[in-house]
């Protein structure tokens, strides 16, 4: 831990840029893409330099190429006969652009300075998302001029992510406060950024948080009676956090009204926690028994959705994605595999959870030690028992795609700078 808190010798090397652009652009939208587009020329002017032939040296490589084809596999087998073919087809074609995004990590990051590096940036990245969405909650007004409204989102405008993907990024952020600071700056970075995830109103990143924050808890607790200790602590400050926010905030007001629909003991409650996805996973279900070997084709999710749903359904009333259209997503991971890409997809999904985390127990400890903070993170974003954003749409799916280079590139960096490559 020590080791990858000191102050890299040389900051921010110029080959690490291209990686940085994707986490800094992220509040903007789709022009996180400058970010894989910049890695894509990177690649080819490593490649120029040395030669093909480097690429297979690596193991990180050998793992991201496994683990990207069981991603794109999954939606190229289920593109032949989709639904929309066109949509599902562009879809495989632009899933390509992960393989130089994420083989440009692998190769720049190969010793732990750099990536260390990378740590810090999102860290502080994470850390100017939260101070921006403070400033909203004080005042009203964040960095981008946006009205607070309804939601909180600071630097991410109108976007409804934000929360989301505050959450997921939170380990980053701890993981560097507990590094400088101890287990008290632990604390106060886990309140700070508490506030703005319970206020963004997103209830799948309040599940994430809970996540990250039992994972470093386990940590630092290294016994079971300071893990409950550490455990009724956390129960406190939330319970503390909420009182505020319950108070102060009239969308979190009404999120926490509709969750605790859920102890009604009806189906209506139940749906009514669920922001209605009770209703969108039902037609999901009935989409995935009609075609369970390959699905309906990836991202044909919204356009097979009014076939399979009663005529009354609500969002085929409101058509939110367009006319002519259903819900956009599952809004669940594994709902959103078997209705795209049926059981074969979720076999490849599986196949390559499984080898993700034989990589990772035949490692040393050193090495898994030095991924932690982005296994943390790809293990909130993956939790199975949340709702969650689509997975092949083109944001979070580049946020999934980077995360997944990094892990990748951290479980074999060398304890040594290496610039071979830049």
């Given at each position: 831990?020590?080791?990858?808190?000191?102050?890299?010798?040389?900051?921010?090397?110029?080959?690490?840029?291209?990686?940085?652009?994707?986490?800094?652009?992220?509040?903007?939208?789709?022009?996180?893409?400058?970010?894989?587009?910049?890695?894509?020329?990177?690649?080819?002017?490593?490649?120029?330099?040395?030669?093909?032939?480097?690429?297979?040296?690596?193991?990180?490589?050998?793992?991201?190429?496994?683990?990207?084809?069981?991603?794109?596999?999954?939606?190229?087998?289920?593109?032949?006969?989709?639904?929309?073919?066109?949509k599902s087809w562009s879809t495989v074609a632009s899933l390509l652009r992960y393989l130089p995004l994420g083989l440009y990590a692998c190769l720049v990051l190969r010793d732990e300075g750099r990536?260390?590096?990378?740590?810090?940036?999102?860290?502080?990245?994470?850390?100017?998302?939260?101070f921006a969405a403070w400033l909203?909650?004080?005042?009203?007004?964040?960095?981008?001029?946006?009205?607070?409204?309804?939601?909180?989102?600071?630097?991410?405008?109108?976007?409804?992510?934000?929360?989301?993907?505050?959450?997921?990024?939170?380990?980053?952020?701890?993981?560097?406060?507990?590094?400088?600071?101890?287990?008290?700056?632990?604390?106060?970075?886990?309140?700070?950024?508490?506030?703005?995830?319970?206020?963004?109103?997103?209830?799948?990143?309040?599940?994430?948080?809970?996540?990250?924050?039992?994972?470093?808890?386990?940590?630092?607790?290294?016994?079971?009676?300071?893990?409950a200790v550490l455990c009724g602590v956390g129960l406190i400050l939330l319970a503390l956090a909420g009182g505020v926010a319950w108070k102060t905030s009239a969308r979190f007001d009404a999120r926490v009204h509709r969750t605790l629909a859920l102890f009604q003991g009806s189906e209506h409650g139940l749906d009514t926690a669920l922001t209605g996805r009770l209703d969108i996973w039902r037609t999901t279900v009935r989409m995935i028994a009609a075609h369970p070997f390959n699905g309906v084709g990836v991202r044909g999710f919204r356009y097979a959705y009014p076939s399979y749903a009663p005529a009354d359904d609500h969002f085929v009333m409101i058509e939110p994605c367009g006319p002519g259209q259903g819900a956009c997503h599952p809004h669940q991971l594994v709902l959103e595999v078997l209705a795209g890409t049926g059981v074969l997809g979720l076999l490849l999904w599986l196949a390559a959870s499984a080898w993700a985390i034989r990589a990772w127990r035949q490692v040393c400890e050193g090495a898994r030690r030095q991924a932690f903070p982005v296994t943390v993170a790809l293990a909130a974003m993956l939790f199975p028992l949340n709702t969650h954003l689509a997975f092949y749409s083109a944001w979070w799916g580049l946020l999934f795609a980077w995360l997944l280079a990094l892990w990748c590139a951290a479980l074999y960096a060398e304890a040594k700078n290496g610039d071979a490559v830049a």
């Open positions: 831990m020590a080791s990858l808190l000191a102050p890299p010798r040389r900051f921010l090397r110029p080959s690490i840029w291209p990686l940085l652009l994707v986490p800094v652009l992220l509040p903007f939208g789709r022009s996180s893409e400058l970010g894989t587009l910049a890695c894509v020329i990177g690649l080819l002017v490593l490649v120029a330099r040395s030669g093909w032939q480097g690429l297979h040296r690596w193991p990180s490589t050998s793992l991201l190429m496994v683990l990207l084809s069981a991603y794109v596999g999954a939606a190229l087998f289920s593109a032949p006969d989709a639904l929309v073919p066109a990536l260390r590096v990378v740590y810090l940036v999102v860290a502080v990245l994470v850390g100017v998302w939260t909203q909650m004080l005042t009203g007004w964040n960095m981008r001029g946006a009205t607070t409204g309804v939601y909180l989102t600071g630097m991410f405008g109108d976007d409804l992510k934000f929360g989301p993907t505050l959450a997921v990024l939170s380990p980053f952020a701890l993981w560097a406060v507990r590094g400088r600071w101890g287990w008290r700056g632990l604390l106060l970075a886990f309140v700070l950024l508490l506030g703005p995830v319970l206020l963004a109103g997103a209830r799948s990143a309040w599940l994430c948080y809970a996540l990250v924050a039992l994972v470093f808890a386990w940590r630092e607790a290294a016994s079971l009676r300071r893990f």
